[in-house]
C-alpha cells in the first residue's frame, strides 16, 4: 500500500509541444467535415467564409481570457478554478464553480457524444446502407475505446496525443493539397454584391453560421483543464492557446477555398461528406475512401482530448470537497481521476444513442455560454481589481476592450443560438441552481454557512 507520503498525486508531464497537440486534435475533431455544408446553407453563399473568420476572431479574444487564467491559476480543472477564484471561494465563487461542474455533468457528454455521433455519420460513408441502429452501435463503441484508451498515465497519453496529431495535420494537408493543385473555380467564393452585409437578416445569418463555425473552433482552452500537468504552465498555457487559434484559423480558412475551389458552394451544401466527395472528385473513389479513414482518425483524435480534459473537472471540485468525494480518487498507480473518466465515458455513450448531431452541437453553446464564458470573462476584470497585475505571468493584450468586447459577443451567439436552446440553456441553470441550494443548505455551505 501507498504510504501518505506516497500518495497519487497529478504531475506536471506535457511540454508546448504535447499541449498543442492535445489543444490542436481537440479543436478540429469531426467539426469541421460535418459543419462546413450546413455553413454555406446558412449563410446562402458565397459569404460563409465571414463565419469562419468570424469563429477565429471570437476564439483569439476569449482565448485571451482563457491564457490570462490559466497562466494564473494552472491547476485541473480549469474554469472550474477560474469562477472560483474570481467570484470568491465562500460566496458567489462557490455557486459559479458548483454550477460550472453541474453543466459539466451534461453537456461534457453532449460534446464527446456530437464527436461521436458525427464519426458514425461518416463511417457510414465507407459502408452505405448503414442503418440507424448499425450508426448507433458505431458511435456508442467510439466512447468505449477512447475510455480504455485514456485508462492510463499522463506521459503515454502526451506520447499518443503527438501521433493522433500527426494524422490531423496529414489530413488538413491533403484536403489543402488537392484544392490547390486542381482547383478550377478561382471566384466563386468571393461575394459579388458587399452591400448585402448590411442587412439586418444578415447578421442573423452570420450568428446562426458562426454558431456552427465556433463549435469547430471548440477547445482551444482544453490545455487550461489540464493545468495541473503542464509543465511550464505560466509560459506554455498562453503559447499553446494562441498557436492553436492561429494554427487552425488558416487550416480551416485554406480547406473551405480548397474544396469551394473544386465543388460549387451550390453543390457543396447539399453534400453529407463533402470532405470524400471532394476528394473523390480529384482522386476517383479508393482515394475518398482513403481521406474518410483520416476524416475519422480526426474525429477520434479529438474525442481522445476531448474526454481528457473534462475529466478533471468532476475531479478538481471532488478534491475541493464541492462534488461527490468518488470523483478525487486517483488510480493507485497510473495517477489519473479514473472515477471521472468512467463515468464521463458512461454517460456519453448513453447520451450518443439518444440525440441527434445537429441538435447537440447547438444546445452545447447555449449550455455553456453564461456561466462558463461570460461568467469567467467577467471574473478576469474582478480578479485584476482584487490581486493587481503585477503577479501575472501573463497579460492580455489592449485589457479591457476583450474582455467587454467578448461578453458582447457571446451574448450574441447565445441568442442566435435560438429561444428553444437558450431557454433550455437556462433550464439547466436553474435547475443546477437549486440543487446547489439543497445542497448548500444540508452542507451549510454559502449562504447558509453558519455566523
Aim: aromatic share 14%; net charge positive.
Amino acid at each position: 500500500m501507498n504510504s501518505a507520503a506516497e500518495k497519487p498525486k497529478l504531475k506536471r508531464e506535457l511540454g508546448l509541444i504535447q499541449a498543442t497537440a492535445i489543444n490542436m486534435i481537440d479543436m478540429v475533431g469531426i467539426g469541421p467535415f460535418v459543419v462546413l455544408s450546413l455553413v454555406i446553407q446558412i449563410m446562402g453563399g458565397p459569404y460563409f467564409l465571414l463565419a469562419w473568420i468570424a469563429g477565429a476572431v471570437i476564439s483569439l479574444i476569449d482565448g485571451m481570457i482563457w491564457a490570462e487564467l490559466g497562466a494564473a491559476n494552472p491547476k485541473a480543472g480549469g474554469s472550474y478554478n477560474f469562477l472560483k477564484e474570481a467570484y470568491g471561494e465562500n460566496s458567489w465563487g462557490r455557486l459559479l464553480s458548483f454550477l460550472l461542474v453541474w453543466q459539466t455533468l451534461f453537456q461534457a457528454p453532449l460534446v464527446i457524444a456530437s464527436g461521436s455521433i458525427g464519426f458514425s455519420l461518416y463511417f457510414s460513408y465507407l459502408i452505405p446502407g448503414m442503418g440507424s441502429i448499425e450508426q448507433k452501435c458505431v458511435s456508442g463503441g467510439v466512447v468505449i475505446v477512447l475510455t480504455l484508451l485514456l485508462y492510463r498515465r499522463i506521459e503515454s497519453i502526451g506520447k499518443i496525443s503527438v501521433l493522433l496529431w500527426t494524422g490531423v495535420l496529414i489530413t488538413m494537408g491533403w484536403i489543402i493539397w488537392g484544392g490547390v493543385t486542381h482547383g478550377t473555380i478561382h471566384n466563386d467564393f468571393i461575394p459579388d454584391d458587399p452591400s448585402v452585409i448590411m442587412n439586418t437578416m444578415f447578421f442573423v445569418a452570420l450568428g446562426q453560421a458562426s454558431v456552427k463555425t465556433i463549435y469547430s473552433y471548440l477547445g482551444y482552452y482544453n490545455v487550461c483543464h489540464l493545468g495541473g500537468e503542464i509543465k511550464d504552465p505560466g509560459k506554455n498555457i498562453p503559447r499553446s492557446i494562441f498557436i492553436s487559434v492561429f494554427g487552425i484559423a488558416v487550416l480551416y480558412l485554406a480547406m473551405n477555398i480548397s474544396v469551394v475551389s473544386v465543388i460549387p458552394w451550390q453543390d457543396a451544401q447539399h453534400s453529407d461528406f463533402i470532405v470524400s466527395t471532394f476528394i473523390e472528385t480529384i482522386y476517383g473513389p479508393s482515394a475518398a475512401m482513403l481521406v474518410t479513414v483520416f476524416v475519422l482518425w480526426v474525429a477520434f483524435a479529438s474525442l481522445f482530448s476531448v474526454m481528457l480534459g473534462y475529466s478533471r473537472i468532476p475531479y478538481a471540485a471532488a478534491v475541493d470537497g464541492r462534488f461527490f468525494s468518488v470523483f478525487a480518487k486517483l488510480h493507485p498507480t497510473k495517477n489519473f481521476p479514473y472515477v471521472s473518466l468512467l463515468g464521463l465515458g458512461a454517460t456519453a455513450f448513453v447520451f450518443s444513442l439518444l440525440f441527434k448531431l445537429s441538435d447537440v452541437i447547438t444546445a452545447i453553446l447555449a449550455m455553456r455560454i453564461i456561466v462558463q464564458f461570460i461568467g469567467q470573462a467577467i471574473g478576469v476584470i474582478m480578479l485584476r481589481k482584487r490581486n493587481g497585475t503585477a503577479h501575472l505571468p501573463f497579460r492580455m493584450f489592449l485589457y479591457p476592450f476583450p474582455v467587454i468586447l467578448v461578453v458582447v459577443i457571446w451574448f450574441f451567439i447565445f441568442i442566435s443560438t435560438g429561444w428553444q436552446f437558450a431557454i433550455s440553456g437556462l433550464i439547466v441553470t436553474c435547475l443546477g441552481i437549486t440543487a446547489y441550494m439543497i445542497t448548500a443548505r444540508m452542507k451549510q455551505w454559502w449562504p447558509f454557512e453558519k455566523k
